[in-house]
């Protein structure tokens, strides 16, 4: 048997017992390399964090990119962001598919943006935007206007505004309109062939498109509004119901940008309350 002196040199040398692994966190795309160094002269482990590095998480792979039949046809895909925000526009993009896409150019992680992380919605919203026979464009409807009319024809009004944007040429091209959800804006659907598409963007690759392409476009406008003014953590939430929404709300009141016929925030203006989180 080792003698005590020998034991406590061993552990003085550094002999614990090390265990390592790595923490994939999924939204940040970070791998951390821990270490849990167990210290025989204390009852608990202590965590340390000894190394973190950022690294390329690997994209998923993009949606089937199924080309148009023949030079006359063109494929369009619609989706939105937005309806269930508290606060700013409502945003809808339009991707369409001419003749001219080569469906080898175009890397991966062109999905549902939900399933990206906001760098891959990034870096990928810069591919799609730039990609030859990809035509795309936005359009954005206020918190005013959405107060007038309510979210749903405003979201219908942000989809039409994005595929007249596109300025398809009806003469040319057969244009086909697939709508992410179960409904399609009475204005889209008297003027082009539309189809509505239940979890369009987790199944058409034009749709998925437009999906990042509205999120993306959204989400700096919120950042935007979050500088000018970081009370109510627009940078954070996006203006969607969240604790520190509700919490910033109660705090400061209304901002200009916050949607009133929202019923939590009618609730607030009717009675200066906001309901418990998780109640709304």
Same mark, same amino acid.
């Not at 942000?158 to 040319?172: E, G, N, P, W, Y």
């Not at 993306?216 to 119901?241: I, S």
């Given at each position: 048997?080792?003698?005590?002196?020998?034991? #406590?040199?061993?552990?003085?040398?550094?002999?614990?017992?090390?265990?390592?692994? %790595?923490?994939?966190v999924?939204?940040?795309?970070c791998?951390?390399? @821990?270490?849990?160094?167990?210290?025989?002269w204390?009852?608990?482990?202590?965590?340390?964090?000894?190394?973190?590095?950022?690294?390329? @998480?690997?994209? +998923? /792979?993009?949606? +089937?990119?199924?080309? +148009?039949?023949?030079?006359?046809?063109?494929?369009?895909?619609?989706? =939105?962001?937005?309806?269930?925000?508290?606060?700013?526009?409502?945003?809808?993009?339009?991707?369409? @598919?001419?003749?001219?896409?080569?469906?080898?150019?175009? /890397?991966?992680?062109?999905?549902?943006?939900?399933?990206?992380?906001? #760098?891959?919605? =990034?870096?990928?919203?810069?591919?799609?935007?730039? &990609?030859?026979?990809? #035509?795309?464009?936005?359009?954005?409807?206020? =918190?005013?206007?959405?107060? =007038?009319?309510?979210?749903?024809?405003? &979201?219908?009004?942000? @989809?039409?505004?994005?595929?007249?944007?596109?300025?398809?040429?009806?003469?040319?091209?057969?244009?086909?309109?697939?709508?992410?959800?179960?409904q399609?804006?009475?204005?889209? #659907?008297?003027?082009?062939?539309?189809? %509505?598409?239940?979890?369009?963007?987790?199944?058409?690759?034009?749709?998925?498109?437009?999906?990042?392409?509205?999120?993306? &476009?959204?989400?700096?406008?919120?950042?935007?509004?979050?500088?000018e003014?970081?009370?109510?953590?627009?940078?954070?939430?996006?203006?969607?119901? &969240?604790?520190?929404?509700?919490?910033?709300?109660?705090?400061?009141?209304?901002?200009?940008?916050?949607?009133?016929?929202?019923?939590?925030?009618?609730?607030?203006?009717?009675?200066?309350?906001? /309901?418990?989180?998780?109640k709304?």
């Amino acid at each position: 048997t080792s003698p005590p002196s020998a034991k #406590k040199g061993m552990l003085k040398a550094g002999v614990h017992r090390r265990l390592l692994f %790595s923490l994939r966190v999924a939204d940040s795309g970070c791998f951390f390399v @821990m270490a849990i160094i167990l210290l025989p002269w204390w009852r608990n482990a202590k965590l340390v964090i000894c190394h973190g590095s950022f690294r390329n @998480m690997r994209m +998923p /792979p993009s949606l +089937p990119r199924q080309p +148009p039949v023949n030079s006359h046809e063109l494929l369009v895909g619609v989706d =939105e962001v937005g309806r269930g925000s508290l606060a700013g526009p409502v945003v809808a993009a339009a991707v369409a @598919m001419t003749p001219d896409f080569d469906v080898s150019t175009l /890397p991966e992680g062109v999905v549902d943006s939900k399933r990206l992380n906001s #760098k891959q919605r =990034e870096q990928v919203y810069q591919q799609v935007t730039q &990609t030859f026979g990809l #035509k795309w464009d936005v359009a954005c409807v206020n =918190e005013s206007y959405i107060d =007038e009319v309510n979210i749903l024809q405003a &979201t219908f009004e942000a @989809m039409t505004q994005a595929v007249h944007k596109l300025r398809i040429d009806h003469s040319a091209y057969n244009a086909q309109v697939l709508v992410d959800g179960n409904q399609i804006p009475p204005n889209l #659907k008297s003027t082009f062939n539309c189809k %509505s598409v239940v979890r369009g963007d987790s199944n058409h690759f034009v749709i998925a498109a437009a999906s990042i392409i509205a999120k993306v &476009t959204r989400d700096r406008y919120m950042c935007n509004l979050d500088k000018e003014d970081p009370r109510y953590g627009f940078a954070n939430h996006v203006g969607y119901p &969240t604790q520190k929404h509700f919490l910033a709300l109660r705090q400061y009141g209304l901002s200009k940008v916050h949607r009133k016929t929202f019923k939590p925030i009618k609730s607030f203006l009717a009675s200066g309350c906001l /309901p418990e989180w998780g109640k709304r």
